[in-house]
């Protein structure tokens, strides 16, 4: 290969001569200018000069001539050998190796590496010295030249970018450079390599896609587990649907996103109902209700009870048919469903067209498992409620009756023998129990009806040893919760009768003094009605 153009510098030398050498020319030409010198004076001077002394002087002068002209001619193959070598390292060297002048930036010198890596001749370069600034990539070029400027003046490029082959493939390339300065320090020329990175380039850039799809992931994971902790803070319904559907907006953006649940044959109710971005004085409006019988989309989303991810609604059948989702242009939707029950749908739109990917749809199905449970857990938590609430009223009941004896009694403390009477009357079932081992002190006609056990039976038997807690348990939670002194009102348990039948009971509790030991006073009412497969 020809390079672009002869090297205007020294280029590094091979081995100097040998000193011993060198000396021992220096000593002959000494003695040779002086014996010359003596000549001329004695010539100068008119004396006679011998023979010898002419002979001696003239073969001085001959070796010097001679071991000029060797050391000249030893010079000079040491400098092809070194100019050899030179050329051996640069053609052989993966990297480019580059010579710019300083001033005119104009190229000196390049090596073969140039035209593996650019595919482009030095031919080309040596014919336009500067055509190595067109195969820098446009982004670029103005950055790389501006610090190529700015290096003829501080000695110092080092650059990653982006260089056009021939062939059009984009490879990245990292350029070093020096400088080389004359005596007084000035830069005559840049100096430096180009080293091929384009694979290490890639790999970089797949560890920054890479950490950038364990970021999304972490971040997608953190959401959802935040959404599932928030939805068991409170069992409440709006609760519930508004950490549900803002949970829903950290991972899936949406214009506006609804909870859809059936009501009981064609009819739709919207559970819960949520905008983005929310206006600050949003007028109150009922829920929306749908009739799927007047829109033939949202009966066929009902009878398949999928998931649905449509990219332009504006291509979808009956779309328009489909009430208060009209100006939606994506939209998404994935069932909502627990213990095997169908609960609804959780849906988002958004009014721009293709908002939605398969990635959208995958994290609202993640999001949509917790969101069920939840659902049915505030659905069953209302039950309760409402059952506790009727419960309350019966022990309130029950309290004014107390309060009634007590005051009757002068103030004074209900005796045992008064507690015996209300006891044994009362219709509604009421055990005595040690606090410590739960062993039976007393039950009353109720109590012995409902659970089918004798007075005799029980009396000094424990609660374990009758098996009546389903659930033993159940027992330990209440009794650490009378510990604390507070009361049991209205928790909703299972107890086990005598024949085995498992009673869902409303059982309330308190601590009393019965014979000199601290006891448990307990109220097991049944739950008239109750559906027990939807218990949790």
């Known amino acids: 290969m020809e390079p672009v153009a002869p090297p205007r510098h020294k280029l590094p030398s091979g081995r100097m001569p040998n000193l011993g050498w060198r000396t021992g020319s220096i000593i002959l030409v000494v003695i040779a200018v002086v014996l010359l010198s003596l000549v001329l004076r004695a010539k100068f001077q008119g004396a006679e000069i011998s023979r010898f002394l002419v002979i001696v002087v003239a073969a001085a002068f001959g070796t010097v001539i001679l071991l000029g002209?060797?050391?000249?001619?030893?010079?000079?193959?040491?400098?092809?050998?070194?100019?050899?070598?030179?050329?051996?390292?640069?053609?052989?060297?993966?990297?480019?190796?580059?010579?710019?002048?300083?001033?005119?930036?104009?190229?000196?010198?390049?090596?073969?590496?140039?035209?593996?890596?650019?595919?482009?001749?030095?031919?080309?370069?040596?014919?336009?010295?500067?055509?190595?600034?067109?195969?820098?990539?446009?982004?670029?070029?103005?950055?790389?030249?501006?610090?190529?400027?700015?290096?003829?003046?501080?000695?110092?490029?080092?650059?990653?970018?982006?260089?056009?082959?021939?062939?059009?493939?984009?490879?990245?390339?990292?350029?070093?450079?020096?400088?080389?300065?004359?005596?007084?320090?000035?830069?005559?020329?840049?100096?430096?390599?180009?080293?091929?990175?384009?694979?290490?380039?890639?790999?970089?850039?797949?560890?920054?896609?890479?950490?950038?799809?364990?970021?999304?992931?972490?971040?997608?994971?953190?959401?959802?587990?935040?959404?599932?902790?928030?939805?068991?803070?409170?069992?409440?319904?709006?609760?519930?649907?508004?950490?549900?559907?803002?949970?829903?907006?950290?991972?899936?953006?949406?214009?506006?996103?609804?909870?859809?649940?059936?009501?009981?044959?064609?009819?739709?109710?919207?559970?819960?109902?949520?905008?983005?971005?929310?206006?600050?004085?949003?007028?109150y409006r009922p829920p929306l209700t749908l009739i799927a019988d007047k829109s033939p989309f949202l009966q066929r989303i009902a009878s398949e009870k999928k998931t649905i991810l449509i990219g332009d609604t504006n291509r979808e059948e009956a779309w328009q048919s489909f009430k208060g989702h009209r100006q939606l242009r994506s939209w998404l939707c994935v069932p909502l469903i627990a213990s095997e029950e169908f609960l609804g749908f959780l849906s988002a739109g958004h009014t721009d067209p293709n908002r939605y990917t398969q990635e959208h749809l995958r994290r609202a199905e993640l999001l949509a498992i917790p969101a069920a449970a939840a659902i049915q857990n505030a659905r069953l938590y209302q039950t309760a409620r409402i059952y506790g609430e009727e419960l309350e009223k019966r022990l309130l009941d029950l309290k004014h009756a107390e309060a009634a004896l007590a005051e009757a009694e002068g103030g004074r403390k209900l005796s045992e023998e008064k507690l015996q009477k209300v006891f044994r009357s009362s219709p509604i079932p009421f055990s005595i129990t040690t606090l410590k081992e739960g062993r039976f002190l007393d039950v009353n006609t109720a109590f012995e009806q409902r659970y089918g056990y004798a007075r005799e039976e029980m009396l000094g038997h424990t609660v374990h040893e009758l098996r009546v807690w389903e659930d033993p348990a159940d027992r330990v939670l209440m009794i650490e919760q009378l510990q604390r002194g507070g009361p049991i009102r209205n928790v909703i348990t299972r107890l086990r009768t005598k024949a085995g039948e498992i009673k869902l009971t409303a059982y309330s509790a308190d601590r009393i003094q019965f014979d000199g030991q601290s006891c448990i006073l307990a109220v097991s009412e049944d739950l008239p009605e109750y559906n027990q497969e939807k218990v949790n």
Not at 143 to 152: F, G, M, S
Not at 192 to 216: F, P, W
Not at 234 to 245: E, I, K
């Open 69 to 283: 002209t060797a050391f000249l001619v030893r010079a000079l193959q040491e400098h092809r050998a070194s100019q050899d070598q030179f050329q051996q390292m640069a053609s052989n060297i993966r990297e480019i190796f580059w010579m710019i002048d300083a001033r005119t930036r104009c190229a000196i010198y390049v090596n073969e590496a140039y035209e593996t890596i650019t595919g482009r001749s030095c031919q080309s370069l040596m014919e336009n010295p500067t055509s190595y600034e067109d195969i820098i990539h446009p982004e670029d070029r103005e950055h790389v030249l501006a610090k190529l400027e700015e290096a003829t003046h501080t000695g110092q490029f080092d650059e990653r970018f982006r260089i056009l082959c021939a062939h059009g493939e984009v490879r990245w390339v990292k350029v070093h450079g020096f400088p080389v300065r004359d005596h007084s320090g000035t830069i005559l020329r840049l100096v430096g390599t180009a080293q091929e990175i384009t694979a290490q380039k890639e790999a970089e850039d797949q560890v920054v896609r890479n950490l950038a799809k364990a970021e999304s992931a972490w971040a997608e994971a953190d959401a959802l587990r935040k959404a599932t902790l928030a939805l068991t803070q409170d069992l409440r319904m709006d609760f519930v649907m508004d950490t549900l559907l803002r949970s829903l907006a950290e991972i899936v953006p949406y214009t506006c996103a609804r909870v859809l649940v059936p009501e009981g044959g064609p009819h739709w109710l919207t559970l819960g109902e949520r905008a983005c971005p929310e206006s600050a004085d949003k007028p």
